[in-house]
Structures are given as structure tokens and as C-alpha cells.
């Protein structure tokens, strides 16, 4: 089964991003509390998601001891390919989510973990972009349902 295994957010862009245990999501203007939530909200900035295989894959391949938050994604994922789920809408916790693109790595991400092929290794494994389409609470445990 599917599920949430870590939440993360921050207030400020730039900040440590901190491990939580529940967040509260609001339609069309993202999480409470993140550094995107915000009125009228693009629909790509609202909520993030990355597996936690990924990462733990380059972990192992390049000796690293990465954290799951290190990679500045809302939601971290076990048990699902979050590729697949492009244009798909998702039920997590009380929340509706749709997939609208894939969350690619960035070359700030790949300066702060000071690692030149973060960009390369997560191109296609950088997690999802999604909209929150009814507002709602995730919490770490939370199953992951395609609806």
C-alpha cells in the first residue's frame, strides 16, 4: 500500500525545510504555513511529492547520506510511482490532489547539497507538482489512493 512517510514545510524560501507530522491544505492557495501558500496560488506551487525510493536509490549509488527533506519536497512517498500519475487525481488524507508535471530538480537545489549531478540523477525522479482541488489534512501514514 501506498503512503505518506514525511511531511515537510517551511515559512521562508531559502529556510531548512521542517519534518511535521500533520498539515492542513487549502484549495487553490496550498499549505498553511509553507513558504507557497498564498491567495490564488499557481496551480504547480501549491503541493509537492517525491518517492522516497529515489532517494534512497541515490544515497546508496553515490555513498550519500541525504535526508528526505533535504530535497525540498512537501510529501514523501513510499510504495507508488509517482510518474505514472501525471493528470491523475489523488486521494491523500482528506484532501483531493490533481498531478499536473513532474518536479524537476533545479541547480539551487543541486548548489545547497553540493553535488553536481543532483540535475542529472533527478530529472525524471524529482517528484510531482500538484493542485489541491479539495481542501483537507495529510498526516505521516496517511495511504495514497488514485481516484
Partial sequence: MSKIIEIGITELNNKLISNVERIDLVEGKGIKGDRYFKEFNDI??????????????????????????????????????????????LSIGTSTLLVHDLCRPCKTLQEKLGKDNIIKEFLRKGGLRCQILKSGSIVIGDSIEII
Avoid: A, G, V, W
Fill in 44 to 89: 504547480e506551487s501549491q503541493i509537492t511529492l517525491i518517492e522516497s525510493e529515489n532517494i534512497d536509490y541515490y544515497n546508496n549509488l553515490f555513498n550519500t547520506n541525504f535526508l528526505y527533506k533535504d530535497f525540498r519536497r512537501n510529501l514523501i512517498t513510499k510504495d507508488i510511482k509517482l510518474n505514472d500519475l501525471i493528470d491523475k487525481k
